[in-house]
């Protein structure tokens, strides 16, 4: 019996292995994004979908204050880049990030108007910038009582057009 499992295994084409075993993590991966999506909607929280609608609305509030038009997404290449950090990060914290980096004024990035797909490859850079005291408070706030932070404001105002 030893000498067959040889054999057989002699004959094994590993690259053709390694592919199946690529797509079945893969398909692991997806199934638990799945399960978690549909955890979330049974809890009551929001879907994949209404996470990403409100995320696309703050990038665009944020980039539109700073360039006072609003900003056109390629969702074809966009979409499966916000989801994967949404996944990866949580709404909160990309939505943090988002702040950091459309407030960033390095050249490099501002001379290119602060695409969505640099900010993507850049997002580990804007890590953890709002946790620290240095943060502004938001410029022209009138809520009560007033937002300590940018992130705060655009959040509230974001929820108040919504209703």
Not at 18 to 33: F, M
Not at 58 to 75: E, I, K, Q, R
Request: aromatic share 8%; charged share 30%; hydrophobic share 40%.
């Amino acid at each position: 019996m030893a000498g067959a499992a040889k054999k057989a295994k002699a004959g094994l084409n590993v690259p053709a292995v390694q592919k199946i075993l690529t797509l079945l993590k893969q398909r692991h991966d997806d199934d638990g994004a799945l399960i978690e999506e549909l955890e979330r909607l049974v809890g009551g929280g929001p879907g994949i979908g209404d996470i990403l609608k409100e995320l696309y609305a703050y990038w665009n509030d944020l980039w539109h204050a700073v360039y006072g038009s609003d900003y056109v997404f390629t969702f074809t290449r966009d979409a499966p880049q916000m989801k994967r950090l949404v996944r990866q990060l949580g709404p909160d914290e990309v939505r943090a990030r988002m702040l950091s980096y459309l407030k960033d004024r390095e050249v490099f990035v501002a001379d290119k108007k602060h695409p969505f797909g640099l900010f993507v490859s850049m997002s580990n850079k804007y890590a953890g910038l709002l946790a620290g005291a240095d943060d502004a408070a938001a410029v022209g706030c009138k809520h009560t009582p007033r937002c300590t932070t940018d992130l705060q404001h655009t959040t509230k105002k974001l929820k108040e057009a919504r209703q």
